[in-house]
Nanobody, 115 residues
Framework: LRFSCRRGGGLVQAGGSLRLSCSAS????????MHWYRQAPGKQRELVAG???????NYADSVKGRFTISRNNAKNTVDLQMNRLKPEDTANYYC?????????WGKGTLVTVSS
């Protein structure tokens, strides 16, 4: 299983929006939870949002109410809509899933939020 970024990050001003999109090389229909993580310079990678196979999302407190995770099993994609971005959201963002105990990561995409 491989992930590729269909729509990536970039530079945005604080208060702006970006949408990240990861495309899987195989069907995600039978895959369980999928996630978006991020890693800021000098910090550990942290879980931003997850979505169950049934489409229920859960979020880190720092992004709750601003970010929305979604998945399209027909298109094999998992997206992260990011609104009201803050400078502290600046990080490399990674899509992720785990299958039978094996972690699968997308290549990071850089999101930079200027103040």
């Amino acid at each position: 299983l491989r992930f590729s970024c269909r729509r990536g990050g970039g530079l945005v001003q604080a208060g702006g929006s970006l949408r990240l999109s990861c495309s899987a090389s195989e069907s995600i229909f039978s895959i369980g939870a999928m996630h978006w993580y991020r890693q800021a310079p000098g910090k550990q990678r942290e879980l931003v949002a997850g979505i169950t196979s049934g489409g229920r999302g859960n979020y880190a407190d720092s992004v709750k109410g601003r970010f929305t995770i979604s998945r399209n099993n027909a298109k094999n994609t998992v997206d992260l809509q990011m609104n009201r971005l803050k400078p502290e959201d600046t990080a490399n963002y990674y899509c992720h899933t785990k299958i039978y105990g094996v972690d699968y990561w997308g290549k990071g995409t850089l999101v930079t939020v200027s103040s």
